[in-house]
């Protein structure tokens, strides 16, 4: 370990990933996600009925994620340490402070990606990727609202933040230092969104996901974040839609 990472890392957590592992999570991960996404695009090609549709997305969803948990709880028990330690899913000072801090950047975040994406329009710069109606994929009704929401602002935050900034961060931080550790795995976690358009929004949300975990020695922090600033997309969304501008 180097001293740049022992700085920086020594006094956030208790147990720091092996690079090694950290990075055959997030292998999987990209596997993961591209067998979700496949799964996501043919059911809204076939023609099920919205309940049924729902049903279908939401237990691949489990089960995309289900594996990632228990890659994580593998590795946490043949290292010896609980699963929450293993990805810093603990109480920490003025924690709430935190949380509430999280929620306001999110509104800012989201503010910054909907500029960003209002300008590339206004320029027709649109990049390959890029799609201004996350709806599509999933069911219309109720189904496929439940569905839309236990996803994006359930379990993709809460799992995406074990491991990119509960497990790949922390593996990093721990051996190089914490500026590098920050853009690398924010890099890698944007580029994972297979999404050229929303690349740099997104390096810019995973970076500031990044410094809020390193700051409030927390992995709620970012939870909170994220699951805000998903939250925030999907009412933009649903808005735009019914304003028919989507």
């Given at each position: 370990m180097?001293e740049?990472?022992?700085?920086?890392?020594?006094?956030d957590?208790?147990?720091?990933?092996?690079?090694?592992h950290?990075?055959?999570?997030?292998?999987?991960?990209?596997?993961?996600?591209?067998?979700?996404?496949?799964v996501?695009?043919?059911v809204?090609?076939?023609?099920?009925?919205?309940?049924?549709?729902?049903?279908?997305?939401?237990?691949?969803?489990v089960?995309?994620y289900?594996?990632?948990?228990?890659?994580?709880?593998?590795?946490?028990?043949?290292?010896?340490?609980?699963?929450?330690?293993?990805?810093?899913?603990?109480?920490?000072?003025?924690?709430?402070?935190?949380?509430?801090?999280?929620?306001?950047?999110?509104?800012?975040?989201?503010?910054?990606?909907?500029?960003?994406?209002?300008?590339?329009?206004?320029?027709?710069w649109?990049?390959?990727?890029?799609?201004?109606?996350?709806?599509k994929?999933?069911?219309?009704?109720?189904?496929?609202?439940?569905?839309?929401?236990?996803?994006?602002?359930?379990?993709?935050?809460v799992?995406?933040?074990?491991?990119?900034?509960?497990?790949?961060?922390?593996?990093?931080?721990?051996?190089?230092?914490?500026?590098w550790?920050?853009?690398?795995?924010?890099?890698?976690?944007?580029?994972?969104?297979?999404?050229?358009?929303?690349?740099?929004?997104?390096?810019?949300?995973?970076?500031?996901?990044?410094?809020?975990?390193?700051?409030?020695?927390?992995?709620?922090?970012?939870?909170?974040?994220?699951?805000?600033?998903?939250?925030?997309?999907?009412?933009?969304?649903?808005?735009?839609k019914?304003?028919?501008?989507?």
């Amino acid at each position: 370990m180097s001293e740049a990472g022992v700085d920086a890392y020594s006094a956030d957590a208790q147990f720091a990933w092996p690079v090694r592992h950290a990075v055959a999570l997030v292998l999987a991960v990209a596997g993961l996600a591209f067998l979700g996404g496949r799964v996501l695009r043919a059911v809204a090609k076939l023609d099920f009925e919205p309940a049924i549709g729902a049903f279908i997305i939401v237990s691949t969803y489990v089960l995309v994620y289900g594996i990632q948990l228990g890659i994580i709880a593998f590795v946490a028990s043949r290292r010896g340490v609980s699963f929450a330690d293993s990805v810093a899913l603990r109480a920490a000072p003025r924690l709430a402070g935190w949380i509430a801090l999280s929620v306001g950047l999110a509104f800012i975040l989201r503010l910054v990606a909907l500029a960003y994406s209002g300008f590339m329009v206004w320029r027709g710069w649109l990049l390959p990727g890029w799609d201004a109606n996350p709806l599509k994929y999933f069911p219309p009704g109720i189904a496929g609202g439940v569905a839309m929401v236990l996803i994006i602002v359930v379990m993709a935050p809460v799992v995406e933040e074990m491991v990119f900034r509960g497990v790949f961060l922390p593996a990093l931080s721990a051996r190089v230092r914490e500026a590098w550790a920050i853009a690398i795995s924010s890099a890698v976690f944007s580029a994972m969104h297979l999404n050229m358009f929303g690349f740099l929004p997104v390096l810019f949300v995973g970076v500031s996901l990044a410094v809020l975990r390193l700051r409030s020695k927390s992995l709620w922090a970012p939870i909170a974040c994220h699951a805000a600033f998903n939250g925030i997309g999907i009412a933009a969304v649903f808005l735009l839609k019914t304003g028919g501008a989507v």
